[in-house]
């Protein structure tokens, strides 16, 4: 028989493994959830094949990213899309600069959530804005998909595939500018900040790599001053708010976490002023 003293023993090793086996779970589920959140910055803000391969296939998903694989059940606050197709064109070289930077250029977003209006930098980043001007007047943006919504350490919406993969193309590649602008202090794009993404992977071979994708920062995030910033947003912040409050789940075909709402690019205008 055994005895109370036994028993006692016996049950204070059975709470202690029980406790070791909470802790190393714990620790497992810190771990993973980080290779996400690594993952999620890096993916987040690559534009095109060769980053997105290297570093979508990193790690696992953390429980939050499983379950957010499962169908939102809040409503879109999105309309439905207007008819059309995403545009398929590419072009072998930049644009020939024809942007006057000395000139003011507002560009505004149509979307199926609302209008999002930006100025654009041509001082700062002349070659940047003269390319997005250039796929604007072609309709390259028009009814594309804005493909990524990172919520989580960083706080961006990304836009400017029309393959809606990430991994889409104009075909050329346009060099980094102005990637010491005094407003990216502490290494921190703020609030309001329109930036390039690029396949910058901390290698002189992945600079000068932007192309068409963008992206909208909606919170203060604490980036590496890597991609080209070329504008701020002058309207629309409530039209992010709405789409980032609708939250993200992750996209396994395209290693990233997308938006819930249904955020297309209606049509994408250039004007000087």
């Given amino acids: 028989m055994v005895s109370k003293d036994q028993r006692r023993r016996q049950l204070a090793r059975e709470k202690f493994e029980r406790q070791q ?4 779970a714990a620790r497992r589920k810190t771990k993973r959830r980080n ?12 534009a095109g094949g060769a980053v997105w391969a290297s570093v979508g296939l990193a790690g696992g998903t953390s429980d ?3 379950a957010d694989e499962a169908p939102s059940k809040a409503p879109d606050p999105c309309d439905r899309p207007a008819k059309g197709t995403p545009s398929a064109k590419t072009w072998k070289k930049e644009p020939a600069m024809t942007v006057d930077t000395s000139a003011a250029y507002t560009a505004k977003l149509a979307t ?14 002349p070659h940047t804005v003269n390319s997005f001007a250039f796929l604007a007047a072609q309709g390259y943006f028009d009814h594309s998909k804005c493909h990524r919504l990172v919520d989580s350490d960083i706080h961006v919406l990304q836009c400017g595939d029309p393959k809606g993969t990430g991994r889409g193309t104009p075909g050329y590649t346009i060099p980094d500018e102005n990637l010491k602008d005094s407003r990216l202090k502490g290494g921190v794009y703020p609030a309001g900040t329109v930036a390039m ?7 002189e071979e992945t600079r000068n790599t932007g192309g068409s994708q963008f992206f909208l920062v909606y919170q203060d995030s604490k980036l590496p001053p890597d ?20 939250g993200s789940r992750t996209d396994r075909s395209i290693g990233a976490t997308v938006p819930n709402a249904t955020v297309v690019i209606n049509r994408a205008t250039v004007t000087k002023s």
């Fill in 227 to 246: 991609y080209t910033p070329f504008g701020t947003i002058t309207g629309g912040m409530d039209v992010l708010r709405k789409i980032a409050d609708a």
């Fill in 35 to 46: 290779v996400v959140i690594a993952s999620a910055v890096a993916v987040a803000l690559a």
């Fill in 112 to 125: 199926t959530c609302g209008a999002i209006t930006l100025k654009l930098d041509a001082g700062k980043a």
């Fill in 21 to 24: 086996q909470r802790r190393s």
């Fill in 197 to 203: 993404a690029n396949r910058y992977s901390k290698t």
């Fill in 64 to 66: 939050r990213a499983a």
